[in-house]
Each structure stands twice: as structure tokens, then as C-alpha cells.
């Protein structure tokens, strides 16, 4: 393995630390990464509030803890938009019952009445 292979899978490391709640590699302290973790994980769900307060004010303060665990499970993928993440995250919340799916189409997608 090159260095460069090494430098690159310690990465993946630190970045499993921070965003997935994996452990903590060698080298690193473990105190300053999960106060890292904490504050990426926070502006995480303050833009998803920003994004989607509509999921913020249905969840009430469940919002938070919710958003939380599913977050851990579910890190940003690298090539997604965070209204696409925040899509998966509503799913999320209609497939574990934590939220009913509405009921009927948003305004804009039915079709005009003749």
C-alpha cells in the first residue's frame, strides 16, 4: 500500500468519525472529533430545517432526534443536492411511521379541471 493509499483510508476514517458516528481513528482526539461531529451534524439540521420547514413543524420537537438518527445512517451522498437528501429523509419518516404520507397530490402536479 502507498502512502498515498494509507493517507486516503485514514481520510475515509476521519470522515466515517464525523459524519457517520464510526470510531475515532489513532492519532486523533477523540474529544475534539466528536465536538467536530456535533457541529457538522447540527448545521446538517439547522439547512434541513432552512430547507424543509414544513418537516420542522409537522415533527415538532421530535424533528431533531429523528433527524439525528436517521442522519448517522445516512450520511450527505457526495453527488447529492440537499433537497435530494432531505427527499430521502421525508421517506424515511413516511416508511418508519413516523409520519403519514399526504394524502393527495401537491396542487401542482394534478391536473387542471375541464
Same mark, same amino acid.
Given at each position: 500500500?502507498?502512502?498515498?493509499? *494509507?493517507?486516503?483510508? !485514514?481520510?475515509?476514517?476521519?470522515?466515517?468519525?464525523? #459524519?457517520?458516528?464510526?470510531?475515532? &481513528?489513532?492519532? $486523533?482526539?477523540?474529544? !475534539?472529533? +466528536?465536538?467536530?461531529?456535533?457541529? #457538522?451534524?447540527?448545521?446538517?439540521?439547522?439547512?434541513?430545517?432552512?430547507?424543509? &420547514?414544513?418537516? +420542522?413543524?409537522?415533527?415538532?420537537?421530535? $424533528? !431533531?432526534?429523528?433527524?439525528?438518527?436517521?442522519?448517522?445512517?445516512?450520511? *450527505?451522498?457526495?453527488?447529492?443536492?440537499?433537497?435530494?437528501?432531505?427527499?430521502?429523509?421525508?421517506?424515511?419518516?413516511? +416508511?418508519?411511521?413516523?409520519?403519514? &404520507?399526504?394524502?393527495?397530490? !401537491?396542487?401542482?402536479?394534478?391536473? &387542471?379541471?375541464?
Amino acid at each position: 500500500m502507498t502512502q498515498r493509499d *494509507k493517507l486516503a483510508a !485514514r481520510q475515509r476514517e476521519l470522515l466515517r468519525a464525523l #459524519l457517520a458516528g464510526g470510531q475515532v &481513528p489513532a492519532g $486523533f482526539d477523540a474529544h !475534539r472529533v +466528536a465536538v467536530e461531529a456535533r457541529a #457538522l451534524q447540527s448545521k446538517r439540521r439547522s439547512v434541513a430545517a432552512r430547507l424543509r &420547514p414544513d418537516l +420542522a413543524e409537522r415533527l415538532g420537537t421530535e $424533528f !431533531r432526534p429523528l433527524f439525528d438518527t436517521w442522519a448517522l445512517d445516512h450520511p *450527505k451522498p457526495v453527488d447529492s443536492s440537499f433537497r435530494a437528501d432531505l427527499d430521502r429523509f421525508e421517506s424515511w419518516l413516511y +416508511a418508519g411511521g413516523h409520519l403519514d &404520507p399526504p394524502r393527495t397530490l !401537491r396542487r401542482w402536479l394534478r391536473r &387542471p379541471a375541464r
